[in-house]
């Protein structure tokens, strides 16, 4: 894996230094791999090479000391990477959705947040206490302004769609550092794509209207990368972005054909926690 903690394919979108920034963390590569290999991730390892996660890692400047937000963590695949990363020196927090009437029970939220050390010691064999949980819509004191990173993976289109977008970015922000980023990986629309298409409803968002709407939000986008791209991905399909893999929405009709487009077309963006 040659040099996965460089943001050279990055795009530079202002003057906030992060091409200065693109050797952030010299010497990290080798516990990048480490955690890439873990044993735990050996039935992960297929869709790394859709996800990318050592270079996605990287342009969102994640180092091993760092307080890690992981927002929605879901099945915990990205945790089975972070987890072993974050563990010797940093801090892996699973940040779980707001409670939400008829979507988000208080009693539900609250359990996965509780048990979400526990499921990441019992996939990587580190020690739960390298872990935390908490809802975003019970964020202690204590904990804001104190974390270094937040990534949210795939999960923009169900916060717009869900009318849950504000409130919930807004806690993210809370949680930062002043000086502290946010990544996101999101299924890409294209740019001209109907916004009747592009409103989260079909999983995929236009790249410009998640820029827009984080800069409204309090946070300017330092830098964003085609590192997750697949020019295969015409985003447009009638059942979303759900037809192609891993869902494959449509069973097993035309399963070839959207197995050999492979997952959907992706943009990777980084802002920075606006004063």
Excluded at 36 to 48: N, T, W, Y
């Amino acid at each position: 894996m040659a040099g996965p903690l460089s943001t050279a394919n990055a795009e530079v979108e202002t003057d906030t230094g992060t091409a200065a920034e693109a050797d952030f963390c010299k010497g990290c590569d080798a516990l990048l791999e480490l955690a890439l290999a873990h044993p735990g991730r050996k039935d992960d390892r297929a869709r790394d090479a859709y996800r990318h996660p050592a270079e996605t890692l990287a342009f969102m400047r994640v180092r091993p000391d760092m307080k890690v937000g992981e927002y929605a963590p879901g099945g915990g695949w990205y945790s089975r990477v972070l987890g072993p990363y974050l563990a010797k020196e940093g801090h892996l927090a699973g940040l779980f959705f707001s409670p939400t009437p008829g979507r988000f029970a208080a009693e539900k939220v609250q359990s996965d947040a509780e048990a979400f050390p526990g499921r990441v010691a019992a996939g990587t064999g580190l020690a739960a206490g390298n872990f935390s949980g908490m809802t975003l819509g019970a964020v202690p004191n204590a904990e804001k302004g104190t974390f270094d990173r937040i990534l949210v993976f795939r999960m923009m289109h169900n916060l717009l769609r869900w009318n849950m977008a504000d409130g919930e970015i807004k806690a993210m922000r809370a949680l930062l550092k002043d000086d502290g980023l946010l990544g996101i990986v999101q299924h890409r629309a294209s740019p001209d794509a109907a916004y009747a298409y592009a409103d989260g409803n079909h999983g995929y968002l236009r790249e410009a209207d998640v820029i827009r709407f984080m800069e409204v939000n309090g946070f300017e986008l330092v830098a964003k990368s085609e590192i997750n791209a697949n020019p295969k991905d015409s985003a447009d399909w009638e059942g979303g972005v759900w037809t192609l893999p891993p869902t494959f929405a449509r069973k097993d009709q035309d399963k070839a054909k959207y197995a050999a487009i492979g997952e959907s077309d992706r943009m990777t963006l980084l802002f920075r926690k606006r004063p």
